[in-house]
């Protein structure tokens, strides 16, 4: 893991230097709580993380951060907003929705899984002229301490 969390951040160091950005602590601090997690992060989460960033800085690296799509916001069951990285990242994955409570979690399906599913999509898109390129699949639900 620590070998990949080095290729991440230096992913993340080009991706920025195209976009003529730096990567700065701050950024890297972000990074790293997102890392640590594992699974979309919300803004309190992020918050109570206590890193030596203010809230007005965090809000400043995260909106860096996805105007250059190094992370997005993934749609909850609430309104909080939910960071992660990109899947190019982090690999292709599903969330675990929680309709009560909001929390995200990530799992994945088996290779065998992901190509029945796209061969599902791609056949009924295909009566709307529709050309799938990818997917994104939640399931929604209670989660552990919600049930
Ligand atoms: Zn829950
Ligand atoms: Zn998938």
Redesign the pocket.
Known sequence: MANQTAAIHEQIGHRLRESGLTYTTGRRQLVDLLLKHGRPVSMPELLKARTRLTQSSMYRNLADLERVGIIHRVAGSDDHARYELDEALIG???HLICDKCGSIDDF??TPA??RA??KALRSAAKSSRFSLT????DAIGLCVSCR
Request: glycine share 0%; hydrophobic share 25%.
């Open positions: 292709h994955h599903h994945e399906v899984t992901e599913l796209d990818s997917h994104r699949l």
